[in-house]
């Protein structure tokens, strides 16, 4: 069972990685469609009301191609059952593709600090028992909370940690729940990865080890 879990997890990596390459592809053609626009305006004199529209063009041709590479790696991670991953990417990568998610319940996500560090460990895993950490830690938080995440490096791997600002008072009841999952806990032990909340009603933090 657990041969065919890995097969059908890097089935769906391929595909999904394959197809990130052609909508980069795609967004490229069409940021080179712009900049010939942009060239032929400059021809004919300025525009305002076309440029800031090819200026909006850019800035979502920059976006896409930010959540194409988070989702690219993403789907890479399970090219191999265990491999070396950089958790400072992992984090970077993690809050691109949860943000639409935290932007629903008006939730913010940025990196206050994260050392470089390189574990061998499942990146199918790991990444998947991160980002289920982090959408339960924003499901007990409030409206206009931002999410600081920080990555430091140990003796042995890293510890990584969630803290909301403003502090508030917060019941982790979503969190728990999931911490007290046993088939999650399961997961979590076979790539030796340990999470708890620190002082969770007082200062809002979750801290993550492995």
Same mark, same amino acid.
């Given at each position: 069972?657990?041969?065919?879990?890995?097969?059908?997890?890097?089935?769906?990596?391929?595909?999904?990685?394959?197809?990130?390459?052609?909508?980069?592809? !795609?967004?490229?053609?069409?940021?080179? $469609?712009?900049?010939?626009?942009?060239?032929?305006? %400059?021809?004919?004199?300025?525009?305002?009301?076309?440029?800031?529209?090819?200026?909006?063009?850019?800035?979502?041709?920059?976006?896409?191609?930010?959540?194409?590479?988070?989702?690219?790696?993403?789907?890479?991670? *399970?090219?191999?059952?265990?491999?070396?991953?950089?958790?400072?990417? $992992?984090?970077?990568?993690?809050?691109?593709?949860?943000?639409?998610?935290?932007?629903?319940?008006?939730? =913010?996500?940025?990196?206050?600090? *994260? =050392?470089?560090?390189?574990?061998?460990?499942?990146?199918?895993?790991?990444?998947?028992?991160?980002?289920?950490?982090?959408?339960?830690? *924003?499901? =007990?938080?409030? $409206?206009?909370?931002?999410?600081?995440?920080?990555?430091?490096?140990?003796?042995?791997?890293?510890?990584?940690?969630?803290?909301?600002?403003?502090?508030?008072?917060?019941?982790?009841?979503?969190? $728990?729940?999931?911490?007290?999952?046993?088939?999650?806990?399961? !997961?979590?032990?076979?790539?030796?990865? %340990? *999470?708890?909340?620190?002082?969770?009603? %007082?200062?809002?933090?979750?801290?993550?080890?492995?």
């Amino acid at each position: 069972m657990e041969d065919w879990k890995i097969r059908e997890d890097a089935f769906l990596g391929k595909v999904t990685a394959g197809a990130t390459h052609e909508l980069r592809n !795609v967004l490229a053609i069409i940021g080179e $469609s712009a900049g010939l626009v942009e060239d032929i305006i %400059r021809l004919r004199g300025p525009d305002g009301r076309i440029e800031s529209k090819l200026a909006l063009v850019k800035e979502q041709i920059a976006r896409g191609q930010l959540i194409l590479g988070a989702l690219n790696r993403y789907a890479h991670s *399970a090219d191999h059952p265990v491999e070396t991953l950089d958790l400072k990417q $992992s984090i970077e990568d993690m809050i691109v593709l949860s943000r639409r998610f935290l932007r629903q319940k008006n939730i =913010d996500c940025l990196i206050d600090r *994260a =050392d470089q560090v390189v574990v061998r460990t499942c990146p199918v895993k790991w990444n998947m028992i991160h980002f289920a950490l982090l959408m339960s830690y *924003a499901d =007990d938080l409030p $409206s206009g909370t931002v999410i600081r995440i920080a990555c430091n490096r140990e003796d042995k791997g890293a510890t990584v940690t969630f803290r909301s600002t403003p502090e508030e008072k917060v019941r982790f009841a979503s969190l $728990s729940g999931l911490l007290e999952d046993s088939s999650f806990r399961r !997961v979590m032990d076979e790539i030796g990865v %340990r *999470a708890e909340i620190k002082e969770g009603v %007082r200062t809002g933090t979750c801290e993550i080890g492995g």
